[in-house]
């Protein structure tokens, strides 16, 4: 498993081809929105009528909406908080406990940031069967015969795409970029086309129109805007995938490529809307002459697939991140890119993925249906990127409090306006990434506190390093020729597996390394900073091998360079010596009895530190205990 080195001179990608890349990943999400917002806007649950203020307000919301929570908020702001270029939630985490020390704080953002995380798995199961599923419903409207097939060809295209990601986001990004050019391009003639028989509908971007909308429909225009926020979708995977592909090229090709596009598709629709109020059924596919609508179910059903893929890659890096930062067991990562660190694929993020989005289809059965679900998920996400930016502003940025608390109540009034009205969704299926959000907290929580309680423990059944040193050279053992390597955590003095190994063969090799591997708050350590060696006598070597939490935490490559630093022993010759815990319930449990039967069950299944760690299994001895937890 290759380490990925940002200080290596790696051959980077051009701007023009990082900017293809992000349109044919980033934006597939909010760039395939207009095929359902202003259906659901219109659905006859919200009741509203296709007239000219309600048309015009719409419009007008989907607009301010885009600048406000778009532009402004993620591509102006939030991407400034980039953790040495990563992106995502748990990387904004990171930066805001960077200034905070107080525990009461750290845990009420580490709280924040852990439910935000799994709020966008919620967004990433749902995206893409609410994508794909929309655009084979297109089929109804071509052949309404058809309607008994639009469930397995979901699930047929929703497979493939699964089995795709393997190939990784950088030849997935190529191979889809050109075609969600070509998407977009389109959206933006069938907007044109119809643009240019209504042109009145541009008065649409009066802001006043979206205020007459919530006059004229009280409490429908607010039960509305449920629907107006679908519009949004991807903007926490825009952010997330920042790692991919960088902040500027996904900033230019929002500005100058994609929300144009946008735009004009939004406001051709409500202009054939106001010339025939029937097209609220279906006002995208019925904005295409009817020549051209199989071709553009085939190109819709290809932009709904590729509009899943920002959220699926943008859930491998959080899931990585989230493996790093110690708040989910060890998972197998591979790496997709050798210029590109960001780009990783994991097989069994994307077997959960794969799995929760197929029951989805089959249990809602249509985007309708699964609309109400959508929302929720996305806008919970989104108001808490909006409190934790807030914290990096005040702590990173160094803004002043009166324009830190302006840019909370600005953007917070309309992250909680729209979570608000998708939160009375909840009954009608909004309880579904609410369900699957609370479902990983508490796996994620559990997990930290199992860990805790775990180092804890061996905390309290080690010996302290500095009496094992006294000890060994008061009563010196026998030393055989070679090279160990102890693997132990940062909150244990001494090696666990050390200490077994010398109470049951009282020997020592020559050399002896102490090596500890952990993870910064920041995303990668360059080379230079990777090793800290301390020479403790007796011929015994405290190594700490230092990540960024994108990195692979491969220890093998990393000890490559030990002796370049004056510890000159033969890598290949050494043995790596691991502990490896076996948890049993205690009768006196650290954690309640549901968490220690789950946190058990994690540890037992998840990677083996030898595999993890890239260690080569020839080398590699483990060292058994059991664990009262």
Not at 40 to 61: C, M, Q, R, W
Not at 310 to 322: D, K, P
Request: net charge neutral; hydrophobic share 50%; with cysteine.
């Amino acid at each position: 498993m290759p380490t990925i080195d940002q200080s290596q001179s790696h051959h980077k990608s051009s701007f023009a081809a990082l900017a293809l890349g992000a349109i044919g990943v980033v934006y597939g999400d909010v760039g395939t929105s207009p095929l359902y917002t202003m259906k659901e806007i219109f659905n006859e649950a919200h009741g509203l009528s296709p007239d000219k203020v309600t048309v015009y307000g719409s419009i007008s919301l989907i607009f301010w909406s885009l600048i406000m929570v778009i532009c402004l908020k993620y591509v102006v702001f939030v991407m400034r908080a980039d953790n040495r270029g990563e992106g995502g939630i748990m990387a904004l985490m990171a930066l805001a406990l960077r200034g905070r020390h107080k525990n009461h704080h750290r845990a009420i953002i580490i709280s924040l940031g852990l439910f935000g995380a799994a709020l966008f798995y919620g967004d990433g199961i749902i995206t893409p069967a609410i994508s794909v599923l929309s655009a084979v419903e297109g089929l109804e409207v071509a052949a309404p015969a058809l309607h008994p097939y639009v469930i397995p060809i979901t699930l047929c295209v929703l497979i493939g795409l699964f089995l795709f990601q393997s190939m990784g986001t950088d030849k997935v990004g190529k191979l889809f970029g050109p075609v969600m050019v070509f998407w977009f391009i389109t959206l933006a003639l069938m907007g044109i086309d119809s643009l240019i028989q209504s042109p009145d509908i541009l008065m649409a971007f009066n802001p006043k129109y979206g205020l007459n909308f919530f006059i004229k429909h009280h409490w429908h225009g607010f039960l509305a805007l449920g629907a107006v926020v679908l519009a949004l979708t991807g903007a926490e995977a825009l952010y997330a995938d920042m790692g991919h592909f960088g902040r500027k090229p996904i900033q230019f090709s929002w500005l100058l490529f994609v929300m144009p596009a946008l735009l004009l598709n939004y406001l051709g629709q409500g202009a054939l809307i106001l010339r025939d109020p029937s097209a609220i059924k279906n006002p995208f596919y019925l904005l295409a002459p009817e020549w051209a609508l199989y071709p553009l179910i085939a190109l819709s059903t290809a932009a709904t697939v590729i509009a899943s893929q920002a959220v699926i890659s943008g859930a491998f890096s959080i899931t990585r991140q989230a493996v790093q930062l110690d708040y989910i067991p060890r998972l197998r990562f591979i790496h997709t890119s050798s210029s590109e660190m960001g780009q990783v694929y994991s097989p069994a993020v994307n077997r959960f993925l794969l799995i929760a989005v197929l029951i989805l289809v089959l249990v809602f059965q249509s985007s309708s249906h699964l609309a109400s679900a959508y929302g929720f998920a996305v806008t919970g996400t989104m108001a808490i990127d909006t409190s934790l930016a807030f914290i990096v502003a005040m702590d990173v940025w160094k803004w002043k409090l009166r324009w830190a608390v302006t840019f909370l109540v600005v953007f917070l009034a309309v992250d909680l306006s729209f979570l608000g009205a998708n939160a009375i969704k909840i009954i009608d299926g909004g309880w579904f990434p609410l369900l699957i959000a609370l479902f990983l907290f508490f796996f994620m929580t559990t997990w930290k506190k199992g860990r805790t309680a775990l180092i804890r423990h061996l905390q309290r059944s080690s010996m302290s390093l500095t009496d094992f040193m006294t000890q060994i050279k008061e009563s010196p053992l026998i030393r055989v020729p070679g090279t160990s390597i102890f693997l132990y955590s940062r909150h244990i003095s001494l090696p666990f597996a050390l200490l077994k190994n010398v109470e049951y063969n009282k020997i020592l090799h020559d050399r002896v390394i102490l090596l500890t591997v952990t993870t910064q708050d920041i995303p990668y350590v360059v080379a230079k900073d990777r090793l800290e060696i301390e020479d403790l006598g007796q011929n015994f070597y405290r190594v700490t091998i230092n990540f960024g939490f994108t990195q692979s935490p491969d220890i093998y490559y990393a000890l490559q360079m030990i002796n370049e630093r004056g510890v000159k022993f033969d890598l290949h010759e050494a043995m790596f010596f691991t502990g490896r815990e076996t948890l049993v319930p205690s009768s006196d449990p650290a954690l309640n009895a549901w968490q220690e039967r789950i946190f058990i069950f994690m540890f037992r299944n998840s990677s083996n530190p030898i595999l993890f760690f890239g260690i080569p299994s020839k080398q590699a001895i483990e060292i058994g205990t059991l664990v009262e937890i």
